[in-house]
């Protein structure tokens, strides 16, 4: 298996621009999560998913992030409007089981909004 | 208010040298704690995973230890190596009803010198 894969590696986006970032879990793995990462606050969890439904969403920062999972290999995070302040690294993981399962991650989408 | 504080926040050391890492956790009710090694560009990649009845595992050159009473876990690397240049991250896990809560250290950059 290729691993947890992520698109695109790299985002430049103007301010105000909606913005898509995709993931393909690793297959069989029921547990998806998204995270953010910044150098002011380390790895947060945003919003993780069990079997295509959102478990929790605690952590997404405000309704301008959205994100779904339509089937078991294929999900989206979506930020509309972008604002500098979400410049960060954006990892997406998956996992068979939950708690002291482990999460694998993908290589990372490093969004910058100018 | 459950956090995960790691010290330091950054180590430099020489090759072959010997380091210990610290994680304090207030994080409760506890279930598990995970070590996390990030190469830049990279997302991260489990080292090793603590339960509460585990007080020493060990994953090659790393050891990591997990005393419970006091909430405080280390990751000892021994003889290090050029290729441990790396952020070391603690996560430590709680299950409230099932639920996956992880919370995250913001890690220690460490860079080993030859």
Not at chain 1, 98 to 113: D, I, Y
Not at chain 2, 45 to 70: P, Q
Request: glycine content about 8%; aromatic content about 10%.
């Amino acid at each position: 298996d290729a691993g947890v894969i992520q698109s695109p590696r790299h985002e430049v986006t103007e301010m105000g621009q909606e913005v898509t970032l995709r993931c393909k879990p690793i297959s069989g793995h029921d547990y998806l999560f998204w995270y953010r990462q910044t150098m002011m606050r380390g790895l947060e969890l945003l919003i993780y998913f069990n079997n295509n439904v959102p478990i929790d969403d605690s952590g997404m920062p405000e309704d301008r992030f959205s994100a779904k999972m339509p089937n078991a290999s294929f999900s989206t995070l979506k930020i509309q409007p972008s604002e500098p302040r979400d410049s960060a690294v954006y990892f997406c993981a998956s996992s068979p089981g939950q708690g002291a399962t482990e999460a694998f991650f993908g290589q990372g989408t490093r969004l910058t909004v100018v | 208010k459950n956090q995960v504080e790691q010290s330091p926040q950054s180590l430099i050391i020489l090759e072959g040298k010997n380091c210990t890492l610290q994680c304090n956790y207030t994080v409760s009710p506890f279930s598990n704690l995970r070590w996390y090694k990030q190469d830049t560009g990279r997302g991260p990649v489990s080292l090793t995973i603590m339960t509460f009845s585990e007080n020493t595992k060990s994953n090659g050159r790393y050891t990591a230890t997990l005393d419970a009473d006091t909430k405080q876990s280390s990751l000892h690397i021994t003889a290090s190596q050029l290729s441990d240049s790396a952020s070391y991250i603690c996560v430590v896990s709680k299950f409230p009803g099932g639920s996956y809560i992880p919370t995250f250290g913001r890690g220690t950059s460490l860079i080993v010198h030859p």
